[in-house]
């Protein structure tokens, strides 16, 4: 308990010092005006109250992943506590606070022409082409596991109302709603309301950890080894890939434009891009604690409390790990009724919010790279149709074997820009050491994962190591030599 407690004090110290330390650093300007503003067009740049942006950025950035990757990171150990706290404060919150800045400078760019704009058109295309396959794919996956939740908990599958297909075509028909529609007419409204529900939710959870339950939490001494009772991957990178969100999550970078294209003013950008991606981190703390303690206390399996939760997760089988049943029975075990109503949210409505976020910022990477109005319905209708079409078929696919490489390419997504913003800060002058070295780190992260994981090149840990040390190596250098021309 020692461990967690001290974990989220340090959470908010690190909003408070630190997160000062990167805004002073980039400067925001409060006389400058903001796109909202200076492209206003009533769909995308709309001026709206700080506490409603900084609810929606949460909720676009969080959804389930705080909650599903931290339930999986914690299988590892206590370490899944350090990489929460310090990849949040040091990287996460940093990538997003920093990307969201330079789309507000920007008037409101997307992702990719960030990029682009540091890294050369080479960088530019293929995050161009790598974010818009990125978000079709997260919008159709998170249409698809909503719509099979929805349809076990009305019965379906004797009739064609309340069957798969049936939710898959009521929540695309709400996907087509929030990717066409203003953002303040739908989202604007709905989201709030979610994220506000997502903050009671984790409240609830954190009541848990500190007054339920005779469950017991490991301590740090027990975090260097690694006890997931199912992986053979090293404890170094396989956690820092299973704990994305909560942590470091190159999605985010995705989601922070169209934040921008909303705020009034550049000095909310620090509550709303790093206070967003710290309440996360404080989300991704809770439930990675919620779930070990609970897991600690059943009885209907023996073992450590690490072989406990994936016996939970699985049903007592050996594959398929699913964190939605932990989290329904511990909201049901904590919080009765209000959980049952809560974890309902937790793994229906929190997909759906990650979803329909994903194809809008398809749209408008989409708009950007061509460079085409979207002030009227008809221009959005004629970029989503094609998007929609792609991600219907993609629901007809198999995306067990493609799901595993997912936090890899999110993860992948972050290096290249922390490598942006790390080039951006070094021509404007700035201290670009608090980019370039979560840049460096992710790089090695996500090198030595793809030459040591199963689904990767399967190479042996020490070597993948060194491949990856090599590599970080030669972009060091590689940075060193163009520092000067840089900055120049």
């Known amino acids: 308990m020692i461990t967690f407690i001290t974990s989220l004090v340090l959470l908010v110290a690190g909003y408070a010092f630190y997160g000062w330390i990167v805004e002073r650093v980039f400067g925001p300007d409060p006389a400058r005006i903001t796109p909202s503003y200076t492209n206003r067009d009533g769909v995308d740049f709309v001026p709206m109250p700080s506490w409603r942006v900084y609810l929606i950025q949460f909720l676009n950035i969080a959804g389930t992943g705080p909650i599903f990757g931290a339930i999986q990171g914690i299988l590892f150990g206590p370490a899944a506590f350090i990489w929460i706290v310090l990849g949040c404060i040091f990287g996460g919150a940093v990538h997003d606070y920093l990307s969201g800045m330079m789309s507000l400078r920007r008037n409101g760019e997307s992702l990719p022409e960030i990029i682009g704009d540091e890294l050369g058109t080479t960088a530019r295309f293929g995050v161009r082409v790598f974010s818009m396959i990125l978000m079709v794919l997260v919008g159709a996956v ?16 004797e009739s064609f109302v309340g069957s798969i297909p049936f939710w898959i075509i009521i929540i695309m028909a709400y996907y087509i709603l929030a990717t066409l529609l203003p953002i303040d007419k739908l989202i604007g409204k709905v989201y709030p309301i979610f994220g506000l529900a997502l903050l009671i939710m984790a409240v609830g959870m954190l009541a848990g950890i500190l007054f339920i339950g005779d469950g017991n939490m490991p301590e740090i001494t027990e975090a260097f080894s690694n006890h997931h ?11 820092c890939i299973t704990i994305a969100c909560g942590a470091v999550s190159g999605f985010h970078a995705t989601q922070s434009p169209m934040m921008a294209r909303c705020l009034k003013n550049e000095r909310l950008g620090r509550p709303v891009f790093y206070g967003a991606m710290i309440t996360e981190g404080l ?8 779930a070990i303690k609970f897991a600690d206390s059943v009885s209907d399996y023996e073992g450590t409390p690490y072989q406990k939760l994936w016996a939970l997760m699985t049903n007592g089988g050996t594959t398929n790990a699913n964190p939605a049943i932990i989290v329904n029975a511990i909201c049901h075990s904590w919080l009765g009724t209000v959980g049952a109503i809560l974890a309902i949210l937790g793994v229906v409505a929190a997909p759906i919010t990650t979803g329909d976020t994903a194809f809008r910022s398809a749209r408008l990477i989409a708009a950007d790279f061509l460079h085409m109005r979207q002030d009227k319905i008809v221009w959005r209708l004629l970029l989503c149709l094609p998007i929609f079409a792609a991600a219907i078929v993609l629901m007809f696919v198999d995306f067990q074997i493609l799901w595993r490489y997912f936090a890899w390419f999110n993860q992948t997504l972050s290096v290249f820009t922390f490598w942006a913003i790390t ?39 020490t070597l993948s190591y060194i491949i990856a040390g090599a590599l970080d190596l030669g972009l060091l250098v590689w940075y060193l030599m163009k520092r000067t021309s840089l900055a120049s």
């Open 142 to 157: 998170f249409a698809q596991t909503p719509a099979g939740l929805l349809s076990s908990m009305t019965g379906g599958g």
């Open 229 to 239: 009772p199912a992986s053979n991957i090293p404890i170094f990178p396989g956690l």
């Open 283 to 290: 989300v991704a703390l809770i439930w990675a604690a919620a």
């Open 423 to 461: 080039v951006y800060l070094t021509k404007q002058h700035k201290s670009a050491i608090i980019t370039l070295i979560p840049a460096l780190f992710m790089t090695y992260v996500c090198t030595s994962y793809i030459l040591v994981a199963p689904e990767g090149l399967q190479l042996s840990p």
